[in-house]
């Protein structure tokens, strides 16, 4: 039986105004090529860099909520290594005394160890044409947290709900936006298989994967290339690769570097930034919840727990849940259910995110609380949302439309003898104890009312009429 163990190395960027030891905007998406540049990030002679402190306050809160040691002062050093999208051919980096060491993140029933998580610079981008390469350098300099894990986790699927954890954590703390398909989270994944119970079997890289899908396809084929070559009796090599999103398939990019291959040393050009212990306190004091205690405090609420943990890593679903329940108009798991099947699936529907529609915790509210209360039917309610996730008031379309639940039991009578005699092989089942059939009679009430019958009350009156028990 084969065990796989994986770790992984996540950089993400972080959302400060300027870049990591510059005062170019590092917002460049969408920029001209070479527009964000400075003789700093350019690494002009002469030139000296200046950390940011946005940057390093970020860091530390993230550190701080993974309950990271972190140390009494900041050293930057010099990785040496051929960047051909870094002009100054080194990259200002942390080796020894990382931002944070030590700490975990909740994944499941257990915790993912952090070994380590430090501040550097990012690398232009290069672009490949047929006989010649582009570089755009609005990137270069650009601020970076690498966080590195232990070797915890088993499983692509595994590795891919730690991503979306710390996707949603980052964005939680409010320090980026981790989003894959802008490059401002990718992911290096170190993968070895061994037999259960074994040693650590030797480990590859798969280097720059860019979206949480290609984590766990390049995982699961590894996994299967490793198995199978020891199934044969043969060794893994060590080595960095690269992974192929047509063919699903890993590559090799060279053979793995060592630590000493890139020589580091003390960047000269930065003496080391003491951290306050006071600005740490302050830091710690400005964290808001995080994404597993916001789970537990929704289970607390009597949301079931796969909701539960649905919401809390959905930062921008927790924050509307979080004003939704408030108002205190409608219960936490009717709420829930809304936000995560009826909303989702519109949202879906026309491709959008909740952010993009003019649907508020007060409107969704209103429209739950209506239907809890038995004063709309589901279906009412259900055919409204659309006009509520435009801004419209529930309430409002409610009381002018006349859409109220019909519970007048003599004008639901008259509508339920009217039925029977127009359906009589449905009435004469039902007698019969056939009680599917009850159903059609029921959806045919329903429409005759126009959805607004109480259906609990239609079910007594239809069984009633039927002198069925």
Known sequence: MYEAVIGLEVHLHLKTRTKAFCGCEADYFGAPPNTHTCPVCLGLPGSLPVPNKKAVEFGLKLALALGSRIPERLVFHRKNYFYPDLPKNYQISQYDLPLGQGGGLPLGERTVR??????????????????????????????????????????????????????????????????????????????????????????????????FKSVQRALEYEIRRQTEILRRGERVKQATLGFEEGSGKTY????????????????????????????????????????WEKEKRYQALGIKAQDAEVLAYTPSLARFLDRALELGQASPQALANWLLADVAGLLNERGLSLEETRLTPEGLSRLVALFERGEITSRVAKELLPEVLEGQDPETLVRERGLRVVADEGALRA???????????????????????????????????????????????????LGVG
């Open 252 to 291: 090799p990019m060279r053979t793995k570097e060592e630590e000493a291959d890139y020589r580091y040393f003390p960047e000269p050009d930065i003496p080391p930034v003491p951290i306050p212990r006071e600005w740490l306190e302050e830091i710690h004091k400005g964290l808001p919840e995080l994404p």
């Open 114 to 211: 952090i070994k380590r998580l430090h501040l550097e610079e990012d690398a232009g981008k290069s672009l490949h044409l047929e006989d010649r390469t582009l570089l755009d350098l609005n990137r270069a300099g650009s601020p970076l947290i690498e966080l590195v894990t232990e070797p915890d986790i088993h499983s692509p699927e595994e590795a891919r709900l730690f991503l979306q954890h710390i996707q949603a954590l980052v964005q939680t703390l409010g320090i980026s936006e981790a989003s894959p398909e802008e490059g401002k989270m990718r992911a290096d994944v170190n993968v070895s298989v061994r037999r259960m119970g074994e040693p650590l079997g030797t480990k590859v890289e798969i280097k720059n994967l860019n979206s």
């Open 415 to 465: 509508v339920v003898t009217e039925v029977i005699a127009a359906m009589p092989e449905a009435a004469e089942s039902v007698r019969q104890g056939k009680l599917k059939a009850l159903d059609a009679l029921l959806g045919q009430v329903m429409r005759r009312t126009k959805g607004q019958a109480k259906p609990d009350l239609v079910r007594r009156l239809l069984l009633e009429a």
